[in-house]
């Protein structure tokens, strides 16, 4: 130490004290060696990846930015936001269903929840592919009376509209339950005074609950949406060719099949690391009521979420 | 008190034998009440006599089981159509309210919205109020509670009495007929009750027409032109506070104002 410290100690010879800004952390030998040997093990991990040659890091290289690859890349990501987006936007009314005074309602949402997370999402894609073999006509009717409108089913469910369907229709269970868990979480007082206040139900469900269910929404979002980058490698079983697919079909030709799973697998990081980095930037703006020490400054909403209509 | 109120024949808020029970517990038993413009009533009574019961059935917060509830000549609840009586869905029944003002005694404001926000929040959206408009009223108002520095603060960064004092800015940015408060000092220490109480003798002050439910007899002496006293879901007496506060004539009254001597 520098300077000397000036130890004040009371006439009754008690315990001195020093003010707490002349504080210095304390020194943890164990946390360095600690540290310096999870460091040794990923680089060695690391290098002995590196220079192992069945991992054909140079064809990993080559494909990386093949316009197939990319392609599927671009399909993978597509199927995951109309996915998402959908299943979002179905599972908040089913969440509402369910919280509804309205038996009904609450039935419907309740049975399908059950059959959509009760069944394998495989087995769904496939069922939805083969719809034709099923159902060879769709028609919009009278229940048990005769039909308005049909459509050769094969016409409207191709492989791309069962894989939409599929993966949002499951989806949306899922997120149902999420978004009823949130809701749940958001004091009852919150739309009760919004009540008193002459807001219609659906108006402080937008401006007040869900801005505040959100918190507890979005980290299992999160979950889900990297769920959901994955869970579209399954729609190469229904032959479309997404990520996955399209580096199948290359080591199909190539029987570089380690090297190509690579090229898939660290597009699938780069992608699950970009929706984490969002979702700490989306998980900051819902918690800013809840900063109590930081300066009060309004945040900025990002695109638009939260403004006041 | 201050100068006696000219008190206009039509009342604002009419109770006709308004009964209230949550299953078995039947906690209002026949209230009846009138409450005219620019009137301030104080209710006091013990813990579970169904004050808080009442005041939310003011508003339809809570739906009476017997009897009527009118503000401003509307029953609140229901409409009539060709004679008969039809009670009103949620939202519609959400809309009647929407010019009563209502203060809570856990303050509910939006956690998730500025101060300025919790305030404009209503005029804008549910009266219209164009939103240059509606801040420069919510200004004016953070200057009557005394929180001008306080605008872009989040709710929790204040301490509760600022809170309160927020709620009632924000109960009174729709410029309500009528405001309504269910204990707004219970949640409060001690010291952070004056600053609540000043502000709602200010707005007593003004002609606010308020029904107050509070266990502050001082409020009760100096801003109410009426003091209620409830017990077991009955209004037991009623009068100017100069008598009920000084000479209850009601064994049950003296009893519950004894504690306060
Ligand atoms: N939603 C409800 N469900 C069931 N019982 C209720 C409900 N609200 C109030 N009660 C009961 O009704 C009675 C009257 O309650 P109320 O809140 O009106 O009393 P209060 O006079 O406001 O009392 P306090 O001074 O403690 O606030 C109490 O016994 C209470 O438990
Ligand atoms: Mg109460």
Same mark, same amino acid.
């Given at each position: 130490?520098?300077?000397?410290?000036?130890?004040v100690?009371?006439?009754?010879?008690?315990?001195?004290?020093?003010?707490?800004?002349?504080?210095?952390?304390?020194?943890?030998?164990?946390r360095?060696?600690?540290?310096?040997?999870?460091l040794?093990?990923?680089?060695?991990?690391?290098?002995?990846?590196?220079?192992?040659?069945?991992?054909?890091w140079?064809?990993?290289?080559?494909y990386f930015?093949?316009?197939?690859?990319?392609?599927?890349?671009?399909?993978?990501?597509?199927?995951?936001?109309?996915?998402?987006?959908?299943?979002?936007?179905?599972?908040?009314?089913?969440?509402?269903?369910?919280?509804?005074?309205?038996?009904?309602?609450?039935?419907?949402?309740?049975?399908?929840?059950?059959?959509f997370?009760?069944?394998?999402?495989?087995?769904?894609?496939?069922?939805w592919?083969?719809?034709?073999?099923?159902?060879?006509?769709?028609?919009?009717?009278?229940?048990?009376?005769?039909?308005?409108?049909?459509?050769?089913?094969?016409?409207?469910?191709?492989?791309l509209?069962?894989?939409i369907?599929g993966?949002a229709?499951?989806?949306?269970?899922?997120?149902?339950?999420i978004?009823?868990?949130?809701?749940?979480?958001?004091?009852?007082?919150?739309?009760?005074?919004?009540?008193?206040?002459?807001?219609?139900?659906?108006?402080?469900?937008?401006?007040?609950?869900?801005?505040?269910a959100?918190?507890?929404?979005?980290?299992?979002?999160?979950?889900q949406?990297?769920?959901?980058?994955?869970?579209?490698s399954?729609?190469?079983?229904i032959?479309?060719?997404?990520?996955l697919?399209?580096?199948?079909?290359?080591?199909?030709?190539?029987?570089?099949?380690?090297?190509?799973?690579?090229?898939?697998?660290l597009?699938?990081l780069v992608?699950?690391?970009?929706?984490?980095?969002?979702q700490?930037?989306?998980?900051?703006?819902?918690?800013?009521?809840?900063?109590?020490?930081?300066?009060?400054?309004?945040?900025?909403?990002?695109?638009?979420i939260g403004?006041?209509? | 008190?201050?100068?006696?109120?000219?008190?206009?024949?039509?009342?604002?808020?009419?109770?006709?034998?308004?009964?209230?029970s949550f299953?078995?517990?039947?906690?209002?038993?026949?209230?009846?009440?009138?409450?005219a413009?620019?009137?301030?009533v104080?209710?006091?009574?013990?813990?579970?006599?169904?004050?808080?019961? %009442?005041?939310r059935?003011?508003?339809? @917060?809570?739906?009476?089981?017997? +009897?009527? #509830? &009118?503000?401003?000549?509307?029953?609140?609840?229901?409409?009539?159509?060709?004679?008969?009586?039809?009670?009103?869905?949620?939202?519609?029944?959400?809309?009647?309210?929407?010019?009563?003002?209502?203060?809570?005694?856990?303050?509910?404001?939006?956690?998730?919205?500025?101060?300025?926000?919790?305030?404009?929040?209503?005029?804008?959206?549910?009266?219209?109020?164009p939103?240059a408009?509606?801040?420069?009223?919510?200004?004016?108002?953070?200057?009557?509670?005394?929180l001008t520095?306080?605008?872009d603060a989040?709710?929790?960064?204040l301490?509760?009495?600022?809170?309160?004092?927020?709620?009632i800015?924000?109960?009174?940015?729709?410029?309500?007929?009528?405001?309504? %408060?269910?204990?707004?000092?219970?949640? @409060?220490?001690?010291?952070?009750? +004056?600053? #609540? &109480?000043?502000?709602?003798?200010?707005?007593?002050?003004?002609?606010?027409?308020?029904?107050?439910?509070?266990?502050?007899?001082?409020?009760?002496?100096e801003?109410?032109?009426r003091?209620?006293?409830?017990?077991?879901?009955?209004?037991?007496?009623?009068?100017?506070?100069?008598?009920?506060?000084v000479n209850?004539?009601?064994?049950r009254?003296?009893?519950?104002?004894?504690?306060?001597?």
């Open positions: 130490m520098s300077e000397p410290v000036s130890i100690t009371p006439p009754q010879g008690g315990v001195g004290w020093q003010d707490v800004t002349t504080a210095h952390a304390p020194l943890r030998p164990g360095i060696v600690l540290w310096l040997v999870v040794l093990v990923a680089a060695n991990f690391i290098w002995i990846c590196a220079r192992n040659e069945n991992f054909g140079p064809v990993v290289g080559a930015f093949n316009p197939d690859v990319l392609r599927g890349l671009g399909f993978s990501l597509f199927l995951t936001v109309i996915g998402m987006v959908l299943g979002t936007f179905i599972g908040l009314l089913l969440a509402v269903a369910r919280l509804s005074d309205d038996r009904l309602a609450k039935a419907v949402a309740g049975i399908y929840i059950w059959f997370r009760g069944t394998p999402l495989l087995v769904q894609l496939i069922f592919y083969n719809m034709s073999t099923l159902f060879p006509q769709l028609s919009l009717s009278i229940p048990f009376g005769p039909a308005l409108m049909s459509w050769d089913t094969n016409s409207v469910i191709t492989p509209t069962a894989a369907f993966l229709l499951n989806e949306a269970a899922y997120m149902a339950e978004i009823r868990a949130g809701l749940m979480s958001v004091d009852r007082g919150q739309a009760e005074t919004a009540s008193a206040f002459g807001m219609t139900r659906r108006r402080a469900l937008w401006r007040i609950v869900i801005p505040q959100m918190r507890s929404i979005v980290p299992p979002t999160g979950n949406l990297i769920n959901m980058v994955k869970a579209t399954l729609v190469s079983v032959a479309m060719s997404d990520l697919y399209a580096v199948q079909s290359i080591y199909n030709r190539t029987f570089e099949i380690v090297p190509m799973l690579l090229v898939a697998v597009w699938y992608i699950t690391t970009v929706l984490n980095i969002a700490g930037y989306i998980e900051r703006y819902y918690a800013r009521g809840d900063r109590r020490s930081e300066a009060a400054t309004p945040a900025q909403s990002p695109a638009g403004d006041n209509a | 008190m201050t100068a006696p109120r000219s008190i206009s024949a039509a009342p604002l808020v009419e109770a006709h034998g308004v009964h209230k299953g078995d517990l039947h906690v209002l038993k026949g209230i009846d009440l009138n409450v413009p620019g009137e301030v104080v209710i006091l009574g013990p813990s579970g006599s169904g004050k808080s019961t %009442f005041l059935c003011i508003n339809n @917060l809570e739906s009476i089981d017997r +009897g009527a #509830v &009118l503000v401003a000549g509307e029953q609140m609840g229901y409409r009539v159509h060709d004679g008969r009586l039809i009670k009103l869905s949620p939202d519609a029944a959400a809309r009647q309210r929407r010019n009563i003002g209502m203060v809570f005694q856990q303050f509910n404001l939006y956690p998730h919205m500025t101060v300025l926000q919790n305030i404009i929040e209503a005029p804008i959206g549910i009266h219209g109020v939103r408009e509606a801040t420069a009223y919510a200004h004016e108002l953070l200057r009557r509670v005394g520095q306080k605008a989040y709710p929790r960064q301490s509760g009495g600022q809170q309160q004092r927020v709620a800015a924000r109960a009174l940015a729709i410029r309500p007929q009528l405001m309504l %408060f269910d204990e707004p000092t219970s949640a @409060l220490d001690p010291e952070l009750v +004056g600053e #609540v &109480l000043a502000t709602m003798r200010d707005l007593a002050r003004q002609g606010l027409t308020m029904i107050v439910v509070t266990h502050e007899i001082g409020f009760a002496k801003a109410a032109d003091v209620i006293f409830m017990d077991g879901g009955h209004i037991v007496e009623q009068g100017p506070p100069g008598e009920i506060l209850p004539q009601h064994p009254t003296q009893a519950f104002l004894a504690r306060f001597i």
